[in-house]
């Protein structure tokens, strides 16, 4: 950057040094460069506004131009509220205020005209907008393009005159100033292919658009420049990471594979599944150490990709570990790669935290000496106890159970790091992938095995209760097995406790022994208890489940074919999908019930029509990302590490696939920036990694 957008913001031009104290405090914006990276992040358009008469057929927000009438302040009880009336000629619409009142209405009285831009809400009969956003018209304003930059703002900023009209000012007076001081950050060839407009003319046309083509021309360009650079960032320290790992080379697919493969699959392998194991294979035998997400649905079948790629270390002469979160989990994964390897000559054992202690002396020594071949456990497998005579793959199922701490002490159990391939069944939208496991390999089973029937998906109220209960009736005479459960908030877990021994009950009640029983399994029940009581399930004896999400990750129960997820509305979409993928295991036709109260928020809405709409989780992925935002899914220490000025992952997601794409090319072109038309892109990352704290790898 020159020297210019280097220079202290207090020497802007009518910034000073009070102003320049706010602008850095609440805005961010120290320098020059930094008001320049200060985006707007919409614009008003003062050619266009909607009819107060076409409200009630428009949807989201409006932009209105018109006369302020009947200000008047309003209480109710001791809660106070400004209110006005906004006239355009073919109607009028209520504007409400119910904070800043003071400071607001004085600035109403008298106006000729004002834009209004804003959400119109119905309330009855009354339509109405809540704080809009709100321009003065003078009718001195120069003509200009029609677009009007409007730039994020807040109390302290306008108390000292940074309304977004006053930052539209200041960026005015920087504009000028900045001509032929803004390097080019990205070679001729990218710009080229991309038609990407230059950096600087980007700045002017995105802060002064002179039209909305160009606006858009110009957030393209900035928004890619930016998730560009996030991606080189990502694929250098991935680079970094590889190059120090050296791993075990396992280049052999031998006998034991081969002979499950060609004598004892009990199916064909769907394509997505053959295309993993080939991944990872390839992954294996690079002598680099692999550190692999494979994600896939409920259901997609991971749990063969992982016996087959086990299968693998085996016959280059390692052991292999599978991990799971639960202890019925790991007997499951257990049970079935037994059942699977039946009639061949690999040891299986199981150890979990109540496995007998005289038991677990002999499986130490049958690790030690390498005559257990594949070990499937809980998290009792990451004791210091535990030793290998040779690990060289570690599986680990349902990732996000296990902290990154348990994790990396897998990596003390070989002299060289055993591979890690880390399974998820919560599908991940690609933008966030890419950009969150940027440092991570990932492969996707994005098929399910075939003839599967879709889980069908419906939503009830509590007055359809009484069909409901007739309808386990009906799939319990089928010699079916149900789901109820109830959501955990914890904030109110006494009251959720409450719910669910209320439906306890009420199901007891209607399911009386002997003719039916009933388990339930919460978090308050001792594990022995909840583990007798969800084997009760599992073994067919019990009929219907009532739970709370104990359930959640991972149970094998294919007789189960109904799910009822009680006060449905309280949960978030990732969990109820996550619900429903515990039935729909078997060949019958699975049910899922939404139940929920009456009133639904927009939010809650979205997500029960969603579920009811598709099976696909990544569609659901994607919603999910809409609703939330990447930083509500992945948890805010990752997500503030991105710091994304302009870009929105759940929006921008082609422009995520085409940075990660062209910073690839960029790096098998020129590894280490050598090239005379890359030095700036040298300089613009040697200057965030410099920036930014050493973040860690998820595994
Ligand atoms: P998840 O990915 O949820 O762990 P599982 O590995 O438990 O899924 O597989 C779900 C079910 O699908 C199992 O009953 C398994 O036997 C079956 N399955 C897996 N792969 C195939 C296939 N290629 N064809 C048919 N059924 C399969
Ligand atoms: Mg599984």
Not at 237 to 244: L, M, P
Not at 440 to 454: F, H
Not at 503 to 526: C, D, M, N, W
Request: glycine residues 8%; contains cysteine; proline residues 4%.
């Amino acid at each position: 950057m020159s020297d210019l957008l280097n220079t202290p913001i207090e020497y802007l031009k009518s910034v000073g040094p009070q102003r320049g104290s706010i602008l850095r405090k609440e805005a961010g914006i120290f320098t020059f460069g930094d008001l320049l990276n200060y985006f707007p992040f919409r614009y008003v358009d003062k050619t266009s506004f909607q009819k107060i008469s076409d409200i009630p057929h428009l949807e989201g927000f409006v932009q209105l131009k018109g006369r302020i009438t009947g200000l008047r302040d309003v209480a109710v009880g001791r809660l106070k509220r400004l209110e006005a009336k906004l006239d355009d000629g073919t109607g009028t619409i209520d504007l409400v205020w119910f904070k800043g009142a003071k400071w607001i209405k004085p600035k109403l009285q008298n106006l000729p005209e004002v834009i209004i831009y804003g959400k119109p809400k119905q309330f009855g009969a009354k339509v109405t907008i809540a704080h809009p956003e709100m321009e003065i018209l003078t009718g001195l304003e120069a003509p200009s393009g029609g677009l009007q930059a409007v730039y994020h703002s807040g109390e302290k900023l306008q108390a000292l005159g940074f309304t977004t009209k006053g930052i539209e000012h200041i960026v005015a007076q920087l504009l000028p100033q900045v001509k032929n001081q803004v390097e080019e950050t990205l070679p001729s060839r990218i710009l080229g292919e991309l038609s990407l407009m230059g950096k600087e003319k980007a700045y002017h046309e995105i802060h002064a658009p002179q039209s909305h083509d160009l606006a858009k021309k110009a957030q393209f360009r900035l928004k890619f420049e930016e998730l560009f650079f996030l991606q080189l960032e990502l694929l250098l320290r991935k680079q970094i990471t590889q190059k120090k790992l050296k791993g075990l080379k396992l280049t052999k697919v031998g006998a034991i594979f081969n002979d499950f493969y060609n004598k004892h699959l009990p199916y064909e392998l769907t394509g997505a599944q053959k295309k993993v194991i080939k991944e990872i294979r390839t992954d294996l035998a690079s002598g680099v150490h692999m550190n692999r997400l494979l994600q896939g649905d409920v259901g997609s079948g991971k749990t063969l990709v992982a016996l087959m790629v086990m299968l693998i270390a085996i016959d280059n002469g390692h052991q292999a570990c599978i991990m799971a979160p639960t202890e019925i989990l790991a007997t499951q994964h257990y049970n079935t790669i037994c059942e699977l390897l039946k009639d061949m000559p690999v040891e299986v054992a199981l150890l979990t935290g109540s496995t007998k202690q005289s038991k677990r002396k002999i499986l130490h020594e049958q690790l030690k000496s390498g005559e257990i071949k594949i070990l499937c456990g809980t998290h009792a497998l990451l004791e210091k106890v535990v030793e290998y005579k040779d690990l060289g793959i570690a599986i680990i199922d349902e990732q996000h159970r296990f902290g990154v701490a348990q994790r990396s002490r897998l990596w003390t159990k070989n002299t060289l790091p055993p591979h890690v391939l880390v399974m998820t069944a919560t599908p991940i939208p690609r933008t966030l992938a890419l950009t969150f496991y940027g440092d991570l390999d990932i492969s996707v089973i994005d098929e399910m095995p075939p003839g599967r029937k879709p889980v069908q998906t419906s939503h009830r109220f509590e007055s359809a209760r009484l069909k409901v209960f007739q309808f386990m009736q009906d799939e319990i005479a089928k010699g079916r097995q149900i789901y109820v459960v109830y959501p955990l908030i914890q904030e109110s877990e006494t009251m959720d406790y409450q719910n669910l021994m209320d439906g306890y009950e009420a199901i007891t009640r209607r399911f009386p022994i002997p003719k039916y029983r009933v388990s339930i399994v919460h978090g308050q029940l001792k594990p022995e208890v909840k583990e007798y009581e969800m084997q009760q399930f599992v073994k067919g004896i019990t009929h219907i489940m009532v739970a709370t999400t104990v359930i959640e990750v991972g149970v094998n129960v294919p007789n189960a074919s109904v799910m009822i997820i009680e006060s449905a509305e309280k949960f978030g979409l990732s969990q109820l999908h996550q619900l429903r993928g515990r039935v729909g295991r078997g060949a019958d036709q699975s049910y899922c019930i939404l139940m929920t109260g009456y009133k639904l928020g927009q939010d809650a809405k979205t997500r029960i029509e969603t579920m009811c709409e598709t099976n696909d989780g990544f569609k659901i992925a994607e919603v999910d990302l809409r609703l939330r935002g990447p930083g509500d899914i992945m948890g805010t220490q990752q997500s503030g590490l991105l710091n994304l000025k302009l870009s929105d992952l759940s929006r921008d997601a082609q422009i995520v696939s085409l940075a990660r794409d062209k910073a690839r090319e960029l790096l098998d072109m020129d590894p280490s920036f050598e090239m005379k038309e890359h030095q700036n892109i040298a300089k613009e990352l040697k200057k965030i990694l410099k920036a930014k704290p050493n973040w860690s790898r998820i595994s």
